[in-house]
DNA sequence: CCTTAGTCCGCACGATCGTGCGAAGTCATT
DNA sequence: AATGACTTCGCACGATCGTGCGGACTAAGG
């Protein structure tokens, strides 16, 4: 009576597991996510969250991904309400400066929190989060290229060019703001990005 | 005969665990970097270099220490032959983005490296790194200063927010770089912050 | 009803972590 | 020569880590 192990509780565990496991990566780092912390905040055993996932390296990666869910939630889904193009663009911006000011994740964008520490260390965890990287920019690239079709910015901008000089900008202003606690960097950030697109 | 147990031993032997421990911080994280590591790359016992600092955040603030003087010997030294105003900010930023890529510290820049791991501790740790950061920013901003006055820049334009725009995509630049392996990116940054300068 | 698959737990393992203690050795000062 | 300051070591501690095994329980399918 006190537990109920009907078959799809394993999903709906697996869920709560990662919902914490992706707060708590933002703040001590993927690896220091440990199994033991994991199943004290979930109320579960040590080996009971381990054999949900059958390794860390297993549990990293679909903390990634629960990551990513969030992420199109707070950040993409917004932003797409916006016209295709330089609205867009900016949007995306802006949802990120957002999501990281409202804390979604309390280490800031977990993409940045998380990119520093494997990026260092082969292996398929820091290709998933070099791969999320990647959509998120050519995501920006797009909306850049159809911005300049429709001139709204001048033609001789490069949408690669363009596109790195914002995604650096933001996650400079993630680690920055995070560091000092300044709402004001995200701020700056916000006008910086503005007067970049012409507006 | 093996051991030398000469009084300013010490001091040397301090040296050399920094060095490891300030390069394997870049890799590990703050955090990662332990008392047996820094004991078997030193050639220590680990008790050995446990007295050597008393504790292990008392070593990671003596790391941090020893990562500033090789940042100010490998980016702002070399750059502050430049002369002041327009010129030194820009050596500062290229001399940032070439210490990157030359891998002096192989995770690329340690403050960048180490500001998202720390960024959510509080502690002596995490204001050392806050401190050193705000003395590079300041750094920046005094040479936007004197560029803006001697007509280098534009006059209306807003030193502090130029310092925030060019430090967060020096960071973001290094993250970016580490994480994808691609050296156009730095490039393509380089040529992104001469034309910010008007160069 | 019985089997099977799935969920979760208790327990234990080897490894590694930061830390402390006592001893042995070396230098500088008395 | 004796003393004290310092460096380094070996050893051991409790804690925590990831991982594995066996078992108790539940729900579904024959």
Same mark, same amino acid.
């Given at each position: ?34 199994? %033991? ?10 080996? %009971? ?20 869910? /969030?992420?199109?939630?707070? /950040? #993409?889904?917004? !932003? ?10 900016? !949007? ?7 999501? /990281?000011?409202?804390? /979604? ?45 429709? %001139? ?19 996650? %400079?202003?993630? #680690? ?24």
């Amino acid at each position: 009576m006190t537990s109920r192990k009907t078959r799809s509780d394993g999903e709906r565990s697996r869920e709560a597991i990662l919902d914490a496991a992706a707060q708590l990566a933002t703040v001590e780092g993927l690896d220091g996510l440990s199994l %033991g912390r994991l199943a004290e905040v979930s109320g579960m055993s040590k080996s %009971g969250v381990f054999g949900l996932f059958g390794s860390k390296e297993e549990l990293q990666l679909a903390t990634i991904d629960k990551a990513r869910h /969030v992420f199109i939630n707070e /950040v #993409i889904g917004p !932003a797409l309400k916006a016209l295709p193009g330089r609205d867009q663009l900016l !949007a995306l911006c802006l949802e990120y400066l957002d999501h /990281v000011e409202r804390r /979604v994740f309390p280490g800031g964008c977990f993409f940045a929190s998380v990119a520093s520490e494997v990026s260092n260390r082969p292996g398929p965890v820091r290709d998933r989060v070099a791969d999320e990287q990647r959509q998120w920019t050519s995501l920006l690239t797009e909306n850049a290229k159809q911005a300049i079709e429709a %001139g709204e910015l001048p033609t001789d901008t490069d949408p690669e060019q363009l596109t790195l000089e914002l995604s650096t900008m933001l996650t %400079g202003a993630d #680690i920055a703001y995070l560091l000092h606690e300044d709402p004001t960097i995200l701020q700056a950030i916000r006008a910086t990005i503005r007067t970049r697109l012409g507006l």
